[in-house]
């Protein structure tokens, strides 16, 4: 397989920022992003849902695209507090995180309701970015291709290859996240490698479906991780809320 995939670099801002400091970031990422986001690299942002609309105010013009960190498995109803992938695309949004492990973790969620997520962003016309991986209990036991390949197939399963063929995967150990304690270059390119062949194994066509690695990615540690043959960039939680390293992150991707 020919290593001309685009890289990806997309922030998780999580449930941080408010209007008057999201502008200050934005407005640097769009000062930075004509050097950044060159070339193949694609540089986005998952905002929380009540800012899409500044988002869109100051993304629109710029290099950048911009998404939410979670839709809901219905396309609309009486679902209190959910967020449909369609609101979010009136945003002009594009990229739909789902799956994400805060959410499995603190929301219950299974990998069923992740396809259905996958699914319903899909239908919107976004990029769902479904993430996946083990914790450190699991990978301790061993357990970590039987959990990540499961958590994948539910997806490979309730999706057509022509949905899958959009969507983004985002490998990302639950011991990796928040904690600094980054993946080795090896242990992130070994688990690619298997999501790699896990999707070829459906279709042909799955094989250069973007995988990006997510776990305390830093400026210091981005050009290593994304060197690797099949990591096609990151999903930045932590980091992507400082715009120098965010921009530095973007940088070592191309
Ligand atoms: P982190 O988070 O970069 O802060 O480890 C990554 C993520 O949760 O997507």
């Not at 397989?1 to 920022?17: C, D, I, L, T």
């Not at 993304?59 to 911009?66: D, H, S, Y």
């Not at 369609?86 to 990998?111: K, P």
């Not at 490979?156 to 980054?182: D, F, M």
Request: aromatic content about 6%.
């Amino acid at each position: 397989m020919s290593k001309q995939r685009a890289k990806w670099v997309v922030g998780n801002w999580k449930m941080h920022g408010r209007l008057a400091e999201n502008e200050v970031l934005l407005r640097a990422l769009v000062d930075g992003a004509g050097t950044a986001a060159t070339g193949t690299v694609r540089v986005g942002v998952c905002v929380p849902a009540p800012y899409l609309a500044q988002a869109e105010a100051l993304l629109r013009e710029a290099p950048l695209v911009w998404g939410v960190q979670d839709v809901s498995a219905y396309a609309e109803g009486a679902y209190t507090g959910e967020v449909a992938a369609g609101m979010a695309a009136d945003f002009g949004a594009t990229l739909a995180i789902v799956g994400h492990s805060e959410r499995r973790a603190y929301h219950g969620e299974r990998s069923e309701v992740v396809a259905l997520k996958a699914q319903r962003a899909l239908d919107a016309g976004l990029t769902p970015i479904v993430c996946v991986g083990e914790t450190l209990e699991q990978r301790e036991s061993g357990a970590t291709q039987a959990v990540v390949g499961a958590q994948i197939d539910a997806v490979l399963a309730a999706l057509p290859v022509a949905g899958l063929a959009r969507i983004v995967v985002a490998y990302e150990p639950v011991w990796a996240i928040g904690t600094g304690k980054s993946a080795t270059a090896e242990q992130a390119q070994e688990m690619h490698a298997f999501l790699r062949a896990r999707l070829a194994s459906k279709d042909a066509a799955l094989a250069d479906v973007p995988l990006l690695y997510g776990g305390s990615v830093k400026p210091d540690n981005a050009q290593t991780l994304f060197g690797q043959k099949d990591i096609d960039g990151g999903l930045i939680g932590g980091a992507s809320l400082k715009s120098q390293d965010f921009l530095a992150i973007c940088a070592a991707a191309r």
